[in-house]
């Protein structure tokens, strides 16, 4: 399925938040994950995550580390503030506002998907 | 497929031997030429080439783990990084304080200024400066001729010169009609103020107004130069790093015409040629003319030479902070009452406008990624010092104001310290909580960039409204 691009955009800083909160990782994890979660519908760029994340850590919702585990390469581990729970549970009554709405406009029902549990 | 695209992705690799298939130098040598590449781009740094090399070498090894071979799984990991075009575009958004450093005007803009005095020059800055220069001869002249005073001419300078700049900055940054008709409104605005103000010839309030309005015109110059985004964040920073490079390049430039005029005094001394005229003519246009070219060298120029406000304010910063706390401790001790004068005040405005422009460069310069360190800690004591001076003479000024009574210079002076008080004060605090953890740097950020509009509005209050008060004497 292809997704719009500004759909795509708009859901970036919700999901990145939303992979960290379960837990710190790096970059290309993050991405991974991505595709598992969506699989594969959700189409990014694997460069544009960068740009993003850096964005995050500018506004102070998440924080950074170089580290180099045992027996991998090192790599920058990001890891979500309070102040990115935060913008997460936020982001999560927006899109549960945007999820109800649609669903009303299109038929009575909410959306069948689950956003958080706002 | 991905090939073709791959492939123009990562440009300037040579052409693969595909037949043989590819041993783990050629990839290690393939991925050194796209590290380089990216390295290569603007808005990026040495950490996120890191990082994304990392990206690129689990991405590979992933695919290689899947079945592919080393060549295919580098194609493709290339391919699904997609367009390093749009990625150093997205960092260069992110980090234009990097971009300004490392400079990136858009192509054709390099192409411009390689190509240098072409007519996109002469229309974006050559006759912007002319015209500048002329209209300052044009209104020496026509007030010469009626014989009139030196005051208006005064009063009236930075009207006759900043225009041109923001026309040029206008031009070179592409203003839609509806910009272009906002950029004019303050202009207009206070030549009308200005020109219909009844001043006592050389009364203090014109006086004040010559000196406020230049500066006030300055912010005006903020539409031109953020091309109209006027809440953004970053474009005013920006506008806040461009003043402070145009202050360096127009000294500079000055230093330069200065010896020029001088030595051609002394060399045209023996042909008896009047030098007053190099003084009336050259000298006058030269400055007003170099002012709409040193803001095209801070734009055009960037690229060439780190910029200076940021180097200058890392080494003054600790000279300032050791001598403003050793004053500070010194008054403390010995009290203020001795000393004090009514001159003090301007003394001190001086010294907290100082404090400030470290401060605001200070803050410019930083990346806002950077963990708290002693920079930091060196400008907060330099900031605190000030602070503590100048609330006590504020004290003593307030204790006696009664005594001495309101005059426009004391209200200029006043409003000017406590408007530079608030700003370092909140900026202080500010900078105590991002020390303890408590706030990121983008707070400080936010604080500087969202205060410049009080200071605008100081300055149209000493221009507009404080002559009224005082019957314009």
Redesign the interface.
């Given at each position: 399925m292809h997704i719009d691009k500004d759909l795509v955009a708009a859901s970036a800083t919700p999901l990145a938040l939303g992979i960290l909160a379960e837990g710190e990782n790096?970059?290309?994890a993050i991405?991974k994950r991505v595709r598992e979660l969506s699989g594969g519908d959700l189409e990014?760029?694997?460069?544009?995550l960068?740009?993003l994340l850096?964005?995050l850590?500018?506004?102070?919702y998440v924080t950074?580390e170089?580290r180099t585990p045992p027996g991998e390469?090192?790599?920058?581990y990001y890891a979500i503030t309070d102040?990115g729970r935060a913008a997460l549970a936020d982001r999560q009554r927006q899109w549960a506002a945007v999820a109800r709405t649609l669903g009303q406009a299109w038929g009575g029902d909410p959306l069948p998907f689950a956003l958080g549990e706002a | 497929m991905a090939t073709p695209d791959a492939a123009r992705t990562h440009g300037r690799v040579p052409g693969p031997n595909r037949h043989t298939g590819r041993r783990d130098d050629d990839l290690e040598a393939d991925i050194s030429q796209w590290r380089d590449w990216v390295a290569s781009r603007p808005g990026v740094d040495a950490?996120?080439v890191?990082?994304?090399e990392?990206?690129l070498?689990?991405?590979v090894v992933d695919l290689a783990r899947a079945g592919l071979v080393p060549d295919e799984a580098f194609l493709i990991a290339v391919k699904?990084?997609?367009?390093?075009d749009?990625?150093s575009h997205?960092?260069a958004?992110?980090?234009s304080g990097r971009m300004w450093r490392q400079l990136a005007l858009s192509d054709d803009a390099t192409s411009e200024s390689s190509t240098g005095w072409g007519v996109g020059w002469w229309t974006e800055v050559g006759l912007w400066a002319v015209a500048a220069a002329v209209a300052v001869q044009v209104a020496r002249l026509v007030t010469g001729l009626s014989d009139g005073e030196p005051w208006w001419l005064l009063t009236n300078a930075s009207l006759l010169v900043l225009p041109f700049l923001a026309g040029s900055l206008a031009q070179r940054n592409g203003l839609t009609r509806r910009q272009w008709l906002l950029t004019a409104v303050p202009f207009v605005g206070a030549a009308i103020v200005v020109n219909v103000s009844p001043f006592t010839p050389g009364g203090s309030t014109q006086i004040l107004v010559a000196a406020h309005l230049p500066v006030l015109l300055w912010f005006a110059l903020a539409r031109p130069l953020m091309a109209g985004e006027m809440a953004s964040r970053e474009r005013r920073m920006d506008f806040v790093r461009f003043s402070g490079e145009w202050i360096i390049y127009y000294t500079l430039i000055a230093l330069g015409g200065g010896v020029l005029v001088g030595l051609a005094v002394v060399i045209l001394e023996p042909t008896g040629i009047d030098e007053d005229w190099l003084i009336t003519w050259a000298l006058p246009s030269g400055a007003a003319g170099a002012v709409v070219v040193a803001a095209w060298l801070v734009q055009a120029k960037q690229q060439v030479i780190e910029n200076m406000a940021p180097v200058l304010t890392m080494v003054f910063t600790p000279l300032f902070a050791v001598m403003l706390a050793g004053a500070a401790v010194t008054y403390a001790i010995t009290g203020l009452d001795a000393a004090f004068d009514r001159e003090l005040l301007g003394v001190f405005d001086a010294m907290m406008v100082v404090v400030l422009g470290l401060v605001v460069y200070g803050t410019s310069a930083r990346d806002?990624?950077r963990p708290a360190g002693w920079m930091d800690r060196v400008q907060l004591v330099a900031v605190g010092s000030a602070l503590a001076l100048d609330v006590m003479v504020l004290a003593t000024m307030v204790g006696r104001i009664g005594a001495l009574g309101f005059t426009p210079n004391r209200v200029a002076a006043l409003g000017l310290n406590l408007v530079v008080l608030v700003n370092l004060a909140g900026a202080a605090w500010l900078s105590v909580r991002f020390l303890a953890g408590r706030?990121?740097f983008?707070r400080l950020e936010g604080w500087q960039t969202a205060y410049l509009p009080v200071f605008a509005m100081w300055l149209a209050i000493v221009v507009g409204v404080l002559p009224l008060l005082f019957q314009f004497t």
């Open positions: 790096y970059g290309y991405m990014w760029a694997d460069g544009m960068y740009p850096h964005r850590r500018r506004l102070g950074t170089w390469r090192r790599r920058r102040e | 950490e996120d890191d990082e994304l990392g990206h070498r689990d991405q699904r990084m997609g367009s390093i749009d990625l997205e960092f958004r992110e980090y806002p990624s706030v990121p983008h």
